[in-house]
Protein backbone atom coordinates (compact mmCIF):
# COMPACT_ATOMS: atom_id res chain seq x y z
CA UNK A 1 0.00 0.00 0.00
CA UNK A 2 0.89 3.65 -0.95
CA UNK A 3 2.08 5.92 2.08
CA UNK A 4 3.81 8.68 0.93
CA UNK A 5 4.59 10.03 -2.75
CA UNK A 6 8.00 8.84 -2.41
CA UNK A 7 6.70 5.15 -2.45
CA UNK A 8 5.20 6.23 -5.92
CA UNK A 9 8.34 7.34 -7.12
CA UNK A 10 10.32 4.55 -5.75
CA UNK A 11 8.28 2.03 -7.36
CA UNK A 12 8.13 3.63 -10.60
CA UNK A 13 12.02 3.85 -9.80
CA UNK A 14 12.19 0.33 -9.93
CA UNK A 15 10.51 0.11 -13.25
CA UNK A 16 12.43 2.39 -14.99
CA UNK A 17 15.49 0.49 -13.67
CA UNK A 18 13.99 -3.13 -14.50
CA UNK A 19 12.80 -2.07 -18.00
CA UNK A 20 15.77 -0.12 -19.12
CA UNK A 21 17.54 -3.67 -17.99
CA UNK A 22 15.23 -5.99 -20.55
CA UNK A 23 15.59 -6.71 -23.80
CA UNK A 24 12.17 -5.81 -25.17
CA UNK A 25 10.97 -8.06 -28.25
CA UNK A 26 7.13 -7.39 -27.46
CA UNK A 27 5.62 -6.52 -30.69
CA UNK A 28 2.34 -4.36 -29.34
CA UNK A 29 4.74 -2.15 -27.31
CA UNK A 30 7.73 1.01 -28.30
CA UNK A 31 9.19 3.52 -26.86
CA UNK A 32 8.20 6.82 -27.01
CA UNK A 33 11.18 9.65 -27.37
CA UNK A 34 11.30 12.13 -24.60
CA UNK A 35 10.24 14.66 -26.42
CA UNK A 36 7.33 13.22 -27.64
CA UNK A 37 6.71 11.83 -23.74
CA UNK A 38 7.13 15.55 -22.62
CA UNK A 39 3.70 16.52 -24.55
CA UNK A 40 1.70 13.88 -21.98
CA UNK A 41 1.91 16.54 -19.22
CA UNK A 42 -0.59 19.07 -20.41
CA UNK A 43 -3.76 20.51 -19.13
CA UNK A 44 -6.15 18.92 -21.79
CA UNK A 45 -6.11 16.15 -19.25
CA UNK A 46 -8.18 17.60 -16.95
CA UNK A 47 -10.94 19.00 -19.98
CA UNK A 48 -13.71 17.88 -21.97
CA UNK A 49 -13.29 18.01 -25.33
CA UNK A 50 -16.86 16.11 -26.42
CA UNK A 51 -17.90 17.08 -29.71
CA UNK A 52 -20.69 16.55 -32.73
CA UNK A 53 -19.25 13.99 -35.20
CA UNK A 54 -18.24 15.76 -38.66
CA UNK A 55 -18.59 18.85 -36.80
CA UNK A 56 -15.68 18.85 -34.18
CA UNK A 57 -15.85 22.71 -33.72
CA UNK A 58 -20.06 22.55 -31.87
CA UNK A 59 -18.38 21.51 -28.85
CA UNK A 60 -20.62 20.05 -25.44
CA UNK A 61 -18.48 21.87 -22.95
CA UNK A 62 -17.24 25.98 -23.11
CA UNK A 63 -13.71 26.41 -23.19
CA UNK A 64 -11.89 24.36 -25.92
CA UNK A 65 -11.33 27.13 -27.95
CA UNK A 66 -7.25 25.51 -28.23
CA UNK A 67 -7.97 22.42 -27.72
CA UNK A 68 -10.66 22.09 -31.15
CA UNK A 69 -7.38 24.36 -32.99
CA UNK A 70 -5.12 21.60 -31.55
CA UNK A 71 -7.19 18.56 -32.48
CA UNK A 72 -7.87 19.45 -35.76
CA UNK A 73 -4.89 20.60 -36.21
CA UNK A 74 -3.41 16.54 -35.95
CA UNK A 75 -6.51 15.49 -37.57
CA UNK A 76 -4.29 17.38 -40.79
CA UNK A 77 -1.55 15.66 -39.53
CA UNK A 78 -2.96 11.96 -39.59
CA UNK A 79 -4.76 13.14 -42.63
CA UNK A 80 -1.87 13.51 -44.83
CA UNK A 81 0.60 10.75 -42.66
CA UNK A 82 -2.48 8.11 -43.32
CA UNK A 83 -3.88 9.07 -46.43
CA UNK A 84 -7.69 9.25 -45.26
CA UNK A 85 -9.72 12.33 -45.76
CA UNK A 86 -12.06 12.07 -42.69
CA UNK A 87 -10.25 11.42 -39.55
CA UNK A 88 -11.36 9.98 -35.82
CA UNK A 89 -9.09 10.66 -32.80
CA UNK A 90 -11.71 9.60 -30.22
CA UNK A 91 -10.96 6.19 -29.51
CA UNK A 92 -8.31 5.90 -26.70
CA UNK A 93 -7.36 2.61 -28.08
CA UNK A 94 -7.02 0.31 -31.41
CA UNK A 95 -9.50 -1.72 -29.68
CA UNK A 96 -12.18 0.85 -29.22
CA UNK A 97 -11.75 1.87 -32.96
CA UNK A 98 -12.33 -1.41 -34.36
CA UNK A 99 -15.57 -2.38 -32.15
CA UNK A 100 -16.61 1.37 -33.44
CA UNK A 101 -16.35 0.10 -36.92
CA UNK A 102 -17.51 -3.16 -36.58
CA UNK A 103 -21.16 -2.00 -34.70
CA UNK A 104 -21.75 1.19 -37.38
CA UNK A 105 -21.44 -1.02 -40.30
CA UNK A 106 -23.18 -4.09 -39.48
CA UNK A 107 -27.09 -4.51 -38.94
CA UNK A 108 -28.41 -7.63 -36.89
CA UNK A 109 -27.79 -10.97 -38.07
CA UNK A 110 -24.79 -9.77 -40.54
CA UNK A 111 -21.68 -11.96 -40.96
CA UNK A 112 -17.91 -10.75 -40.57
CA UNK A 113 -14.81 -12.40 -41.57
CA UNK A 114 -11.75 -11.40 -39.42
CA UNK A 115 -8.23 -13.38 -38.31
CA UNK A 116 -8.51 -15.67 -35.75
CA UNK A 117 -6.56 -15.92 -32.64
CA UNK A 118 -4.60 -18.88 -33.79
CA UNK A 119 -3.65 -17.50 -36.45
CA UNK A 120 -2.28 -13.81 -34.35
CA UNK A 121 -5.72 -12.10 -34.55
CA UNK A 122 -6.38 -9.19 -32.61
CA UNK A 123 -9.33 -11.32 -31.02
CA UNK A 124 -11.53 -8.21 -32.05
CA UNK A 125 -15.22 -8.96 -33.27
CA UNK A 126 -15.35 -13.31 -31.71
CA UNK A 127 -14.40 -11.40 -27.70
CA UNK A 128 -17.13 -9.03 -28.94
CA UNK A 129 -19.35 -12.20 -28.69
CA UNK A 130 -18.70 -13.18 -25.65
CA UNK A 131 -21.11 -10.37 -24.84
CA UNK A 132 -24.45 -11.85 -24.95
CA UNK A 133 -25.87 -8.75 -26.71
CA UNK A 134 -23.07 -9.26 -29.64
CA UNK A 135 -23.30 -12.92 -29.90
CA UNK A 136 -27.41 -12.39 -30.48
CA UNK A 137 -26.46 -9.98 -33.31
CA UNK A 138 -23.01 -10.49 -34.93
CA UNK A 139 -22.01 -13.29 -36.74
CA UNK A 140 -18.06 -13.96 -37.18
CA UNK A 141 -16.35 -16.53 -39.10
CA UNK A 142 -12.23 -16.93 -39.95
CA UNK A 143 -9.96 -16.48 -42.85
CA UNK A 144 -7.60 -19.01 -44.09
CA UNK A 145 -3.64 -18.40 -43.44
CA UNK A 146 -1.48 -21.05 -45.67
CA UNK A 147 1.75 -22.36 -44.27
CA UNK A 148 3.59 -18.96 -44.20
CA UNK A 149 1.13 -17.07 -42.00
CA UNK A 150 -0.04 -14.59 -45.17
CA UNK A 151 -3.74 -15.14 -46.33
CA UNK A 152 -5.01 -18.03 -48.12
CA UNK A 153 -6.19 -15.28 -51.22
CA UNK A 154 -8.14 -18.77 -53.05
CA UNK A 155 -10.19 -19.86 -49.91
CA UNK A 156 -10.62 -16.70 -48.58
CA UNK A 157 -12.75 -15.93 -52.39
CA UNK A 158 -14.58 -19.01 -51.84
CA UNK A 159 -14.97 -18.22 -48.21
CA UNK A 160 -16.88 -15.17 -48.89
CA UNK A 161 -18.73 -15.93 -52.25
CA UNK A 162 -20.40 -18.80 -50.07
CA UNK A 163 -20.93 -17.32 -46.71
CA UNK A 164 -21.96 -13.35 -48.18
CA UNK A 165 -20.19 -11.52 -45.31
CA UNK A 166 -21.25 -7.59 -44.82
CA UNK A 167 -17.60 -6.89 -43.51
CA UNK A 168 -14.50 -8.65 -43.91
CA UNK A 169 -11.74 -7.23 -41.83
CA UNK A 170 -8.05 -8.15 -42.82
CA UNK A 171 -4.80 -7.45 -40.16
CA UNK A 172 -4.03 -8.67 -36.79
CA UNK A 173 -1.02 -8.70 -34.36
CA UNK A 174 0.46 -11.13 -36.23
CA UNK A 175 1.02 -9.53 -39.78
CA UNK A 176 4.26 -10.83 -41.62
CA UNK A 177 3.30 -9.91 -44.97
CA UNK A 178 0.75 -7.17 -47.15
CA UNK A 179 -2.56 -8.65 -46.89
CA UNK A 180 -4.35 -8.81 -50.40
CA UNK A 181 -6.75 -5.68 -49.84
CA UNK A 182 -6.04 -4.29 -53.45
CA UNK A 183 -7.23 -8.10 -54.89
CA UNK A 184 -10.23 -8.45 -52.67
CA UNK A 185 -11.36 -5.20 -53.65
CA UNK A 186 -12.96 -6.23 -57.50
CA UNK A 187 -15.05 -8.56 -55.18
CA UNK A 188 -16.45 -6.05 -52.53
CA UNK A 189 -17.89 -4.00 -55.39
CA UNK A 190 -19.10 -7.28 -56.90
CA UNK A 191 -20.82 -8.69 -53.75
CA UNK A 192 -21.39 -5.35 -51.87
CA UNK A 193 -19.42 -6.06 -48.44
CA UNK A 194 -16.76 -3.30 -46.56
CA UNK A 195 -13.10 -3.93 -46.77
CA UNK A 196 -11.78 -2.89 -42.84
CA UNK A 197 -8.41 -2.96 -41.88
CA UNK A 198 -6.51 -3.62 -38.66
CA UNK A 199 -3.83 -1.48 -38.64
CA UNK A 200 -2.85 -1.40 -35.18
CA UNK A 201 0.59 -3.30 -35.16
CA UNK A 202 1.88 -1.57 -38.83
CA UNK A 203 0.93 1.96 -38.22
CA UNK A 204 4.29 2.94 -38.02
CA UNK A 205 5.50 1.14 -41.22
CA UNK A 206 2.79 2.55 -43.12
CA UNK A 207 3.19 5.97 -41.89
CA UNK A 208 6.77 5.23 -42.95
CA UNK A 209 6.05 4.25 -46.18
CA UNK A 210 7.16 0.69 -46.57
CA UNK A 211 3.93 -1.58 -45.96
CA UNK A 212 1.46 -0.71 -48.33
CA UNK A 213 -1.34 1.83 -46.94
CA UNK A 214 -4.69 -0.31 -46.73
CA UNK A 215 -6.65 3.01 -48.03
CA UNK A 216 -4.46 3.46 -51.30
CA UNK A 217 -4.97 -0.63 -51.92
CA UNK A 218 -8.95 -0.38 -51.89
CA UNK A 219 -9.87 -0.57 -47.97
CA UNK A 220 -13.32 1.47 -47.07
CA UNK A 221 -11.92 2.15 -43.56
CA UNK A 222 -9.11 1.82 -41.52
CA UNK A 223 -8.24 1.86 -37.80
CA UNK A 224 -5.71 0.62 -35.33
CA UNK A 225 -3.31 2.29 -32.20
CA UNK A 226 -0.96 4.68 -32.03
CA UNK A 227 1.54 3.28 -29.94
CA UNK A 228 2.66 -0.68 -31.51
CA UNK A 229 5.31 -0.02 -34.57
CA UNK A 230 3.84 3.29 -34.49
CA UNK A 231 5.87 5.45 -31.73
CA UNK A 232 3.52 7.59 -30.42
CA UNK A 233 1.21 7.71 -26.92
CA UNK A 234 -0.93 5.04 -26.22
CA UNK A 235 -4.35 5.65 -27.85
CA UNK A 236 -6.44 4.59 -30.95
CA UNK A 237 -7.98 6.03 -34.74
CA UNK A 238 -10.30 6.03 -37.25
CA UNK A 239 -9.41 7.11 -40.75
CA UNK A 240 -11.47 6.70 -44.26
CA UNK A 241 -12.45 8.32 -47.41
CA UNK A 242 -15.88 7.71 -46.88
CA UNK A 243 -17.79 10.07 -45.60
CA UNK A 244 -20.89 8.66 -44.66
CA UNK A 245 -18.87 5.71 -42.75
CA UNK A 246 -17.24 7.98 -40.89
CA UNK A 247 -20.37 9.66 -39.96
CA UNK A 248 -21.52 5.94 -38.80
CA UNK A 249 -18.78 5.11 -36.91
CA UNK A 250 -18.56 8.24 -35.05
CA UNK A 251 -22.19 8.28 -34.18
CA UNK A 252 -21.46 4.92 -33.05
CA UNK A 253 -18.46 5.71 -31.04
CA UNK A 254 -19.79 8.81 -28.87
CA UNK A 255 -21.51 8.44 -26.98
CA UNK A 256 -22.03 4.90 -26.52
CA UNK A 257 -17.99 4.07 -26.47
CA UNK A 258 -16.40 7.30 -25.01
CA UNK A 259 -17.36 10.59 -24.08
CA UNK A 260 -13.92 12.20 -22.53
CA UNK A 261 -11.50 11.07 -24.95
CA UNK A 262 -8.53 11.42 -22.96
CA UNK A 263 -7.09 14.42 -24.69
CA UNK A 264 -3.81 14.56 -22.75
CA UNK A 265 -2.31 12.12 -25.61
CA UNK A 266 -3.05 14.52 -28.38
CA UNK A 267 0.00 16.41 -28.17
CA UNK A 268 2.13 13.73 -27.58
CA UNK A 269 0.15 12.03 -30.71
CA UNK A 270 1.03 15.42 -32.88
CA UNK A 271 4.72 15.38 -31.81
CA UNK A 272 5.23 11.76 -32.72
CA UNK A 273 3.62 12.53 -35.90
CA UNK A 274 5.70 14.92 -36.69
CA UNK A 275 8.66 12.83 -35.80
CA UNK A 276 7.40 10.22 -38.22
CA UNK A 277 7.34 12.85 -40.83
CA UNK A 278 10.85 13.32 -40.19
CA UNK A 279 12.46 9.86 -39.30
CA UNK A 280 9.46 7.40 -40.38
CA UNK A 281 11.02 6.05 -43.58
CA UNK A 282 14.32 5.25 -42.43
CA UNK A 283 12.58 3.77 -39.19
CA UNK A 284 10.72 1.58 -41.02
CA UNK A 285 13.48 0.16 -43.35
CA UNK A 286 15.58 -0.56 -40.55
CA UNK A 287 12.95 -2.48 -38.62
CA UNK A 288 12.16 -4.53 -41.50
CA UNK A 289 15.78 -4.68 -41.98
CA UNK A 290 16.18 -6.05 -38.47
CA UNK A 291 12.99 -8.45 -38.82
CA UNK A 292 14.74 -10.21 -41.36
CA UNK A 293 18.18 -10.67 -40.16
CA UNK A 294 16.67 -11.74 -36.80
CA UNK A 295 14.94 -14.05 -38.16
CA UNK A 296 17.59 -15.61 -40.23
CA UNK A 297 19.89 -15.96 -37.12
CA UNK A 298 17.10 -17.35 -35.19
CA UNK A 299 16.78 -20.05 -37.54
CA UNK A 300 20.41 -20.55 -37.98
CA UNK A 301 20.47 -21.40 -34.41
CA UNK A 302 18.08 -24.14 -34.86
CA UNK A 303 14.55 -22.90 -34.50
CA UNK A 304 11.63 -22.92 -36.97
CA UNK A 305 10.93 -19.86 -38.05
CA UNK A 306 7.70 -19.28 -40.16
CA UNK A 307 7.01 -17.39 -43.22
CA UNK A 308 10.31 -18.93 -44.74
CA UNK A 309 9.32 -18.98 -48.32
CA UNK A 310 8.38 -15.50 -48.61
CA UNK A 311 11.66 -14.22 -46.89
CA UNK A 312 10.36 -14.42 -43.10
CA UNK A 313 8.43 -10.96 -42.61
CA UNK A 314 7.87 -7.81 -44.21
CA UNK A 315 7.24 -6.02 -40.92
CA UNK A 316 7.92 -5.69 -37.57
CA UNK A 317 6.99 -9.42 -36.43
CA UNK A 318 8.63 -12.54 -36.36
CA UNK A 319 6.75 -15.71 -35.59
CA UNK A 320 9.06 -18.29 -33.97
CA UNK A 321 7.93 -22.27 -33.63
CA UNK A 322 9.77 -22.83 -30.28
CA UNK A 323 9.94 -26.67 -31.16
CA UNK A 324 8.70 -29.74 -29.41
CA UNK A 325 11.80 -29.38 -26.49
CA UNK A 326 9.85 -25.92 -25.14
CA UNK A 327 6.70 -26.20 -23.25
CA UNK A 328 4.05 -24.30 -22.99
CA UNK A 329 5.07 -20.49 -22.09
CA UNK A 330 7.71 -19.88 -23.39
CA UNK A 331 7.56 -16.44 -23.10
CA UNK A 332 7.38 -16.40 -19.25
CA UNK A 333 10.86 -18.96 -19.55
CA UNK A 334 12.15 -15.76 -21.23
CA UNK A 335 11.16 -13.51 -19.23
CA UNK A 336 13.00 -14.83 -16.46
CA UNK A 337 15.61 -14.35 -18.13
CA UNK A 338 14.38 -10.24 -18.86
CA UNK A 339 14.06 -11.21 -22.74
CA UNK A 340 10.32 -9.52 -23.49
CA UNK A 341 8.12 -11.13 -25.98
CA UNK A 342 4.49 -12.68 -26.38
CA UNK A 343 3.16 -16.46 -26.29
CA UNK A 344 1.11 -17.75 -28.35
CA UNK A 345 -2.54 -16.28 -27.39
CA UNK A 346 -4.88 -18.57 -28.34
CA UNK A 347 -2.63 -21.14 -25.77
CA UNK A 348 -2.50 -23.58 -28.68
CA UNK A 349 0.89 -24.09 -29.84
CA UNK A 350 4.68 -23.23 -28.40
CA UNK A 351 5.22 -20.43 -30.67
CA UNK A 352 6.62 -17.04 -30.14
CA UNK A 353 6.04 -13.30 -31.25
CA UNK A 354 8.97 -11.25 -31.77
CA UNK A 355 9.10 -7.57 -32.77
CA UNK A 356 12.10 -5.34 -33.91
CA UNK A 357 10.26 -1.98 -33.47
CA UNK A 358 10.83 -0.94 -29.81
CA UNK A 359 15.18 -2.73 -30.71
CA UNK A 360 15.14 -0.62 -33.64
CA UNK A 361 14.04 2.75 -31.41
CA UNK A 362 16.97 1.91 -29.60
CA UNK A 363 19.71 1.67 -32.50
CA UNK A 364 19.82 -2.06 -32.95
CA UNK A 365 21.00 -2.50 -36.14
CA UNK A 366 21.26 -6.40 -38.12
CA UNK A 367 24.56 -6.85 -36.76
CA UNK A 368 23.12 -6.75 -33.60
CA UNK A 369 20.45 -9.98 -34.12
CA UNK A 370 22.72 -12.25 -33.87
CA UNK A 371 23.45 -11.96 -30.24
CA UNK A 372 20.04 -11.15 -29.70
CA UNK A 373 19.02 -15.22 -31.22
CA UNK A 374 21.96 -16.55 -29.18
CA UNK A 375 20.25 -15.20 -25.64
CA UNK A 376 17.24 -17.01 -27.03
CA UNK A 377 18.71 -20.03 -27.65
CA UNK A 378 20.48 -19.82 -24.60
CA UNK A 379 17.52 -19.58 -22.55
CA UNK A 380 14.67 -21.68 -24.40
CA UNK A 381 16.76 -24.23 -25.74
CA UNK A 382 20.30 -24.92 -23.37
CA UNK A 383 18.32 -23.57 -20.72
CA UNK A 384 21.06 -21.55 -19.15
CA UNK A 385 20.56 -20.03 -15.62
CA UNK A 386 18.32 -17.17 -16.36
CA UNK A 387 20.36 -14.68 -14.03
CA UNK A 388 23.46 -15.47 -16.38
CA UNK A 389 21.62 -14.69 -19.33
CA UNK A 390 20.06 -11.59 -17.80
CA UNK A 391 23.17 -10.69 -17.14
CA UNK A 392 24.37 -10.74 -20.63
CA UNK A 393 21.37 -9.26 -21.91
CA UNK A 394 22.17 -6.37 -19.29
CA UNK A 395 25.35 -6.13 -21.17
CA UNK A 396 23.77 -5.83 -24.58
CA UNK A 397 21.30 -3.32 -23.91
CA UNK A 398 23.82 -1.48 -21.94
CA UNK A 399 25.12 -0.38 -25.33
CA UNK A 400 21.87 1.18 -26.63
CA UNK A 401 21.16 3.86 -23.98
CA UNK A 402 19.65 6.51 -26.65
CA UNK A 403 16.60 6.96 -29.17
CA UNK A 404 17.23 6.26 -32.85
CA UNK A 405 14.85 7.94 -35.83
CA UNK A 406 13.57 10.56 -32.91
CA UNK A 407 13.55 13.74 -31.84
Known sequence: ????????????????????????????ENFTSMKVRSYLDNDFGNRYGCYATLNPSVRDYTGNKYINEFEMATHELMKEVFHGEYVDLRPIGGHMAGMSVVLA????????????????????????????HFNKTINVKYM?????????????????????????????????FPEPVRQFRPLADELGFYIA???????GLIAGGLFPNPLDEGADIMFGSTHKSFPGPQGGFVTSN????MKKVGETLSPSLVTSHHLFRIPALAASLLEMKTYGPAYAKQIV????????????????????????SESHIILVDA?????????????????????????????????TSEITRRGMKEEDM??????????????????????DVKALVAKFPDVAFAF
Request: with cysteine.
Open 1 to 28: MFKSLGDLDALLEQHDEYRSNCLNLIAS
Open 105 to 132: LLDPGDLVIEVSLENWGHGLVGPMCQVS
Open 144 to 176: AFDEDRAVDIAKLEAQIRAEKPKLVIFGGSGTL
Open 197 to 203: YDASHVT
Open 242 to 245: NRDM
Open 289 to 312: ANSKALAVALEKVGFNVLGKNRGF
Open 323 to 355: GAQVKAGPAKHLEQAQILCSDDFSGASPEIRIG
Open 370 to 391: DAIAQLIYRSLILKEDAGVVAS
